[in-house]
Each structure stands twice: as structure tokens, then as C-alpha cells.
């Protein structure tokens, strides 16, 4: 009687691979989950295009393995992935790139960068330093989410682990 | 089937209680992460679980109820004991080589292959090799025994930091690659989070914290607020830590189960609720010895989980 | 060593992946005894070969010159004329310092068995801390304590026995020639039977004093020092009980010697002592190979002699020069000299005691070191 949990779904270790296409790395002094900064350097690396419709993501074992962590950790970021539909899982082969997440185009890019500076010039006027300006934008953020958690609607980028909803102002 | 199931389990040395009263149920597939200060019982409960000891009171299963210590158990646990004991006047090969002939269940190539990724040198003597080495040299046997439960005693504290991850890393390789469940005692805790995702805090003996990290995470967090209204936080949330200034306090307080659905609209007025890391919550707990956190429904003829200490 | 040779594990268990191996081989844990105690194994054999060695050049030796001693006529001669050279060419041969020297140095076979590999077996494993590996492989302990002492008592039990056989066939010349008898005390305990339940015994009283201490080295202070206690005891004391003892096999045969008693400074009056426990030969006469027990004089009325009159005839001894004088004036006065012996035919059952007795213990104190592995804790 083995405790049997097919943990990755991945195929069993048979000699050398393709190196994956890209490595993680941690921060631990973020404060961000885990598991949420594989998913954003996932992301990250798609909007890059560092990884592209099809690329197999590392394998749970290799992240594992260079990062130190639980694999556990590492198959809820896959799952977060999946569910936000970046990623899809193949049974008994890995996980693959299903489609990248919406791209912003420039044009409008360009726009919201203008009227954030107008924002900040007011903010400025009204006295508030470069500090003040960061928590007040990191507060908004927070009620923005909050708000949005609550209402129950789901977005492909919303960080929606269970810790997020705890913060109220 | 809990990995591991003590009930009531005690030890007592001559006069003192090395451990009272445990009572834990790991579920399986986990990596469970023991803590607590030096002398808290960590060692105890590991020999008593690998059948090194006899409880003196109580009693202590694993794999879904196999006597700690019997042929089955030893069978299926291996145990990596503190700072690695192996035959250090043996060479590498030979040490393997006398592992395998004390098992019933051996995967001697998983043994080759591990020794020769990790470039260490068969013929050389235990002894003479590094702290590190000597580690792995005791992980790669206990794991070529294909263990259901792997149970490692302060596997961390001799390693340097570069170690100590090549270490970790090939412990997490394996959960990957084989399921397993690991329950490993640490006095560091700075580097659990990422390892554990079960964690159980022992203090004088007695077992202060169970549970799931994500659960205990979600379960707790720090409150912000003014110092003359923490009855009100009172309401929703336990307090196991108060650390307070003149108007300012802040609390590191875990949600009652029963108000759990509301748990996020429920952070009185005034406060501010912010996650806690794992660190924080194990230094709380262990910072006041009163406050336990157990699965289950509390248990009865026991007032507030917590202490306010103003 | 090639101990890691991938695939080599890889046995008939398709379900497991070819990990799961058939319950253990007595083999395996003979791997496991023979490596972790080869330095003291190879180092116990180099000294008992070396003692061997020794003993089988005097032997060779005494034998070849008792061949020479007997063709020239010189066994219980005193004619140093004739047999003097012959003896000169082998001054060892001359007294009883060899067949003594043998009996001691067996003496340190047990000794050095118990110090040196019964002592560190399982005092080592708890000083080190191995036993918190060794007991958490999938082996029982008890098996592996059983197994592993078992497996190294056999082969040092058998050395001891050879060794001791090889001793008793090395001094065999000696007791003809100059009365070495192996009732002696030293002799006595380095037969065969005897040196091999020795040995048994002091492998088992170290691994239990081991097991006990839990260090090394008092374990092996305190086994070497109660061994050398007890063969103390056992060549001072103990050995005179047993063989002046008189077990329930028939009454002690007695028997009156023809020849009388040889006159000497001691002879006649050490003889009247309660106890002799001396082998027969040249200087003790009696039946060939039995162990002189008492000797007393009779009187002419056939009531042994005591107290005042057996004063008289002492002192009437003064006035005698030689043997042949002396037993005449005794057969001329209808006096006689008796013995009581232990016949030769009893050697082998009291071997057979001391031998049964150390086996005993040894399982006794067997039982309590596997109970003690059983219940100490790591």
C-alpha cells in the first residue's frame, strides 16, 4: 500500500531532456505566495515571448528540484494557470502553453500612461510624495480587487488566492 | 490513512516528561514540517514514531496503523536520525552495500544514480566526507528504501546554506517523483514555508499547532489597530499574540471556525487585517505557550484559546 | 569494492519494479557482521594463528626429542651421564616451563575475545549513535543482534576449540616427562571443551557488559577486568572444588601404593595434607593420568593413621635416605600408603561440567543482551 499520487502527471525520468524553456526563480522577500510568482513569471515570460502557444512548461520535478520547494507548491501554480486558462495539462506528459494572456495594445497603453501622469501631477499639487503616492496606488489596488473578489466576478489576472480576500480598508 | 497517529502518546524520562498528552493524526502525501525550541520532544516523537522508544504512555501508529517499531513499519518508514549516523569508517560503497542487506526493500539503482549525480566518491570513507555530503549520503539510503514515510531529524541544522538547498532540492525531487510523505523536524523555520505544506508545532512537550499550512495561513492573520479597542477584535478572532504601543497594537489572531464564511467582512472597525507568514505564526505561537491551534473541534473544559497579554 | 553495480539488487519482483526483494538471506546480514568487524576478526585470527604457530614448532620439537628420550631410555632417568646431553640440546624440555607457559598465554584467548570483539560489538553501535540506523532499517533488532553475535560466536568459539586441541596434542611429551598432568589448574582450563566455553563465554559477557555501558572502552575495561577475575578465581579456587569434589559418579577409588612414597623435604608430610590435587606421574606416584586427591598412612591394624602416631612414623621417615629403604621399612612394619584419586575416565566428565556450566551462562547472559537491545533505548 503506497501512497500513490501521481503528483505531475508527468512522464517517469528517462535520461536527458531539452533543457525547458525557461527557469524560475523566488524572491522570498516579496511576501508574495509562492506559488503566485511562478504564475506571474509565467505570465511574464508569455508577454515576452519568452514562451509561446505549445512550449512545455519546466517540469514539476525540475522546478522542484532547482528551487527547493514543495512540489506541491508548484502544482497549484500550474492548476492557477490552468484555471485562468494560460496553461493546459496533458495527462502522462506535462503541462503546455495554451494561449497567452490578453496583450494591451500600445495605443491604449500610451493613453493610460498619460492620464496616469495627470493623476500624479494632481496628487503632487495636493502635497503627496512619490512614497505616499505608491501606498495610496497599492491601496486602491487592494479595494479594487477586494471589491471585485467580492462580487464574486473571476478575470484572468486576478490574484485569487485565499489569503487575498482578507484585507478590507 | 494517517501517516502518522499518536494518541495520548507520552514519554518520560526518569523524572521529566520529554512529551505529554500528544495527540496528532498527519494525513498522508504531505510534507510535514516539526518544529518547536530545542528540547520541545521533536527527537522524542520521532523515535517514539520510528519505534527507536518506547512510549510511556499512549500510543503512536503509522501508515494507517501499523505499531511504530514493528517489522511492517520498519519495512515501509525509514528514518534518517540527527546529524546523519552512519558507519563513518566505512567507504561510501560499502555503507550502501550494508544498507541493502538490511532491507527488504531496496531500488539499488536509485542508489547508484543518486551517489553518481551527486559526484560522491564511492571509495572514500564516510567520515572523511562533508557535512553535506554525509547527509546526502544518508538521504540516498533512506530513499533507495522506497519509504512510504520518511521521517527526518533536523536534517538541516549541520548544512551550510548551499547544502542545505542541494539537500532540500533533492528531498522535494523525490516527494515529486514518488508521493511520499515526509515529516521533518527543524529549529529553523525561516525556510519552511516553501518546504511544508503540514506543520506541527511542538512546545515543552505538548503539541501547540496542527494543521495545514495553507489552512493556518488562511486562518490567521495580523490585525492593525487602535490599542484601546482590542475587545473588539476580540469578537471574531482569537488572539494569540499581542505585541501593543501607547495607541498603536498589533495582534496576530486566528478566525474562530464558526465565523469563518465571514471571516473577510468581519475585521471590526478601525483595524486592518494583513496576511501572516509562516515565520510570524510559528514565532506568535511559540511566544505564548498557552495557545494552541488544533484540528477539530476545540477541546472542551478549555476557556479562550488565547491569552491577551497587555 | 564493486558494491554498486547498477542492477545488481534487481531481483524477480515485477510488481514493485524489481525493488522488493525475497525476505532477507542469512547471507546478507553475514555481509553485514563480517564488514563491520573484520579489523578485530582478522586481528583476533592473526594472534590465535600466531599462538598456533608457535605451538605446533614445540610440538613438533618436544615431539621429535620425547621419540629420542624414549629410544635412549632417558624418560624418568636420572642419569645425567648417559641422558644428560640429550636434555642439555633442550632445556625446555627440562622442566615444566613450556606446558605452563601454553596453559597462560590460552588464558588471554578469551580475554582478548571479550575485550577486543565482544565488548565494542554493540557498545560501539550506542556510542556512535548507529544504533539509530541500524534499528531503523528493515530488519528487526532483534534479529540483527541475534544474528550478528550468533554469527561471530560460531567461528571464535571453533578457533578456541582448535586452539585448545592443538595445545593439549603441543605439551602432550611434557606429562610423561616431568608430570605435567592436565588436571593442573592452567592446563585444566585450555582443553578444548574448556577453552572453547571460555571463549564463548567472555564474547558474551563482553557484548552484554557492552550493551549495558553503552562506551566502548569501560566496556571493554570492565569486561577484560571481570574476565581476568573470574579465570583468577576459576585457577585458584574454583578448579580445586570442582575436581576435590565428589560428584555422585561412584566413590573416589583408593588405592594402596606398593612402592610407598618417595622421601623428600615436603613428600611425606604434604601428603598427610587434606588435599593434593596433583597429577600422577614421576613425582606423584599413582595410577597413570589420574588426579591424586588425599594420602594417608594404615597402620599394621589397618586404621589410618592420625595425630600422634602418625607423628611417629614421620619422624621415623627422618632416618630413611632413599625411596626403596623407606617402603621396605614400611612393608617390614605392616604400615602402607593410600590415595584416593579421580581416575582418568572422570577427565572428560569434569570438562564436560566446566564446559556445560560456561555454556549456561552464556546463554544466560545471551537472553539478557538481547533483552537489553530490546528495551535500552537509542
Known amino acids: 500500500m503506497t501512497i500513490d499520487k501521481k503528483m505531475s502527471g508527468e512522464p517517469p525520468d528517462d535520461g536527458p531532456r531539452a533543457p525547458s524553456r525557461i527557469t524560475f526563480r523566488l524572491d522570498s522577500a516579496s511576501g508574495v505566495p509562492t506559488y503566485l510568482q511562478l504564475v506571474h513569471q509565467v505570465e511574464q515570460a508569455l508577454r515576452l515571448g519568452y514562451l509561446t502557444h505549445g512550449d512545455q512548461l519546466p517540469r514539476v520535478k525540475d522546478v522542484v528540484g532547482s528551487l527547493a520547494i514543495n512540489p506541491n507548491t508548484v502544482l497549484k501554480a500550474y492548476r492557477e494557470l490552468e484555471h485562468r486558462g494560460i496553461a493546459v495539462g496533458r495527462p502522462g506528459q506535462g503541462t503546455f502553453v495554451e494561449a497567452a494572456p490578453a496583450v494591451v495594445p500600445l495605443a491604449e497603453l500610451t493613453g493610460l500612461r498619460k492620464s496616469m501622469l495627470a493623476w500624479l501631477r494632481t496628487a503632487d499639487a495636493a502635497g503627496l510624495d512619490a512614497d505616499g503616492m505608491t501606498a495610496l496606488f497599492a491601496a486602491a489596488l487592494r479595494d479594487f480587487h477586494d471589491r471585485r473578489g467580492a462580487t464574486g466576478a473571476s478575470h484572468g489576472m486576478t490574484d485569487d488566492g485565499p489569503r487575498d480576500h482578507r484585507e478590507t480598508a | 490513512m494517517n501517516v502518522l497517529e499518536a494518541s495520548g502518546l507520552g514519554k518520560r524520562y526518569r523524572r521529566a516528561w520529554a512529551l505529554r498528552e500528544c495527540t496528532l493524526a498527519i494525513p498522508p502525501g504531505r510534507v510535514t514540517a516539526l518544529v518547536g525550541p530545542n528540547g520541545a520532544g521533536k527527537t522524542t516523537l520521532m523515535h517514539l514514531a520510528v519505534g527507536l522508544n518506547n512510549p510511556t504512555s499512549g500510543t503512536v501508529r503509522v501508515l494507517g496503523g501499523l505499531r511504530a517499531g514493528s517489522l511492517e513499519a520498519l519495512n515501509r518508514v525509514a528514518f534518517v536520525a540527527q546529524d546523519a549516523p552512519l558507519y563513518k569508517n566505512l567507504p561510501v560503497g560499502d555503507m550502501v552495500h550494508l544498507a541493502r542487506n538490511l532491507n527488504r526493500r531496496w531500488d539499488q539503482q536509485r542508489a547508484a544514480s543518486r551517489l553518481a549525480t551527486l559526484k560522491i566518491p564511492l571509495g572514500r570513507k564516510v567520515g572523511k566526507l562533508s557535512g553535506g555530503q554525509q547527509a546526502q549520503v544518508a538521504l540516498t539510503i533512506a530513499i533507495a528504501r522506497r519509504p512510504d514515510l520518511l521521517i527526518l531529524d533536523e536534517p538541516l541544522a549541520p548544512l551550510d546554506p548551499l547544502a542545505r538547498h542541494e539537500f532540500l532540492a533533492s528531498l522535494m ?117 498557552g495557545a494552541t491551534a488544533l484540528p477539530g473541534p476545540a477541546p472542551l473544559g478549555r476557556g479562550p484559546v488565547t491569552e491577551v497579554t497587555a | 569494492m564493486t558494491a554498486l553495480t547498477p542492477g545488481a539488487a534487481r531481483s524477480a519482483d515485477g510488481t514493485r519494479g524489481g525493488w522488493f526483494r525475497p525476505p532477507q538471506s542469512l547471507a546478507s546480514l553475514a555481509w553485514v557482521t563480517w564488514r ?178 553503552r562506551r566502548t572502552v569501560p566496556a571493554m575495561a570492565v569486561t577484560a577486568a571481570s574476565l581476568a577475575g573470574l579465570l583468577g578465581v576459576t585457577y585458584w579456587k574454583l578448579n580445586d572444588l570442582l575436581l576435590g569434589s565428589r560428584p555422585r559418579i561412584g566413590r573416589d577409588p583408593a588405592i594402596a601404593l606398593q612402592a610407598g612414597f ?5 613428600g611425606p608430610v604434604r601428603i598427610l595434607d587434606a588435599m593434593l590435587n596433583e597429577g600422577a606421574g614421576p613425582m606423584n606416584p599413582g595410577p597413570a593420568g589420574s588426579l591424586l586427591l588425599r594420602g594417608w598412612y594404615t597402620g599394621p591394624d589397618g586404621h589410618r593413621l592420625i595425630g600422634a602416631s602418625a607423628d611417629r612414623l614421620l619422624s621415623a621417615s627422618q632416618h630413611t635416605t632413599s625411596a626403596g629403604q623407606w617402603s621396605s621399612w614400611l612393608t617390614r612394619h605392616h604400615y602402607a600408603f593410600w590415595v584416593s584419586y579421580q581416575p582418568p575416565g572422570r577427565y572428560w566428565i569434569f570438562q564436560s561440567i566446566e564446559g556445560g556450566a560456561l555454556l549456561v551462562l552464556t546463554l544466560l547472559l545471551g537472553a539478557a543482551t538481547i533483552w537489553l537491545v530490546r528495551h535500552r533505548r537509542a
Open chain 2, 173 to 289: 525531487e523525490t516527494v515529486a517523483e514518488d508521493g511520499i510523505s515526509v515529516l521533518f523536524s527543524s529549529h529553523v523555520i525561516s525556510e519552511l514555508e516553501r518546504i511544508a505544506d503540514y506543520l506541527v508545532v511542538l512546545a515543552d512537550g505538548r503539541v501547540q499547532v496542527a494543521g495545514d499550512v495553507e489552512e493556518l495561513l488562511a486562518g490567521h492573520c495580523v490585525l492593525t489597530g487602535p490599542a484601546g479597542q482590542i475587545e473588539d477584535a476580540g469578537a471574531w478572532f482569537d488572539i494569540v499574540h499581542c505585541r501593543r504601543g501607547q495607541s498603536q497594537a498589533h495582534l496576530l489572531a486566528r478566525l474562530r471556525p464558526a465565523a469563518y464564511p465571514e471571516f473577510a467582512g468581519n475585521v471590526p472597525n478601525g483595524w486592518q487585517a494583513s496576511p501572516v507568514t509562516l515565520e510570524e505564526l510559528v514565532l506568535a505561537y511559540l511566544r505564548e505557550p
Open chain 3, 36 to 213: 563491520q568487524h573484520r579489523a578485530a576478526i582478522i586481528g583476533l585470527a592473526v594472534l590465535y594463528g600466531g599462538l598456533a604457530v608457535i605451538m605446533v614448532w614445540a610440538a613438533l620439537q618436544g615431539h621429535a626429542n620425547y621419540t629420542a628420550l624414549i629410544r635412549d631410555r632417558c624418560i624418568g632417568s636420572t642419569q645425567l651421564v648417559r641422558c644428560g646431553p640429550l636434555l642439555g640440546d633442550f632445556p625446555w624440555l627440562m622442566n615444566t616451563t613450556y606446558p605452563i607457559a601454553v596453559a597462560m598465554a590460552l588464558h588471554i584467548v578469551p580475554l582478548l575475545t571479550g575485550m577486543f570483539l565482544g565488548a565494542p560489538v554493540l557498545a560501539r553501535e550506542f556510542e556512535q549513535g548507529t544504533v539509530r540506523f541500524a534499528w531503523t532499517q528493515g530488519t528487526s533488532r532483534t534479529r540483527w543482534a541475534v544474528v550478528q553475535l550468533t554469527l561471530l560466536a560460531i567461528p571464535v568459539t571453533a578457533a578456541a576449540a582448535a586452539l585448545g586441541a592443538l595445545a593439549a596434542w603441543s605439551v602432550r611429551p611434557f606429562g610423561p616427562m616431568w608430570g605435567v598432568s592436565l588436571w593442573r589448574s592452567g592446563q585444566f582450563d585450555a582443553t578444548a571443551v574448556t577453552l572453547a566455553g571460555w571463549t564463548l563465554f567472555a564474547f558474551s559477557l563482553g557484548t552484554t557488559v557492552g550493551v549495558a555501558l
Open chain 3, 262 to 266: 618417595p622421601v623428600s623435604d615436603s
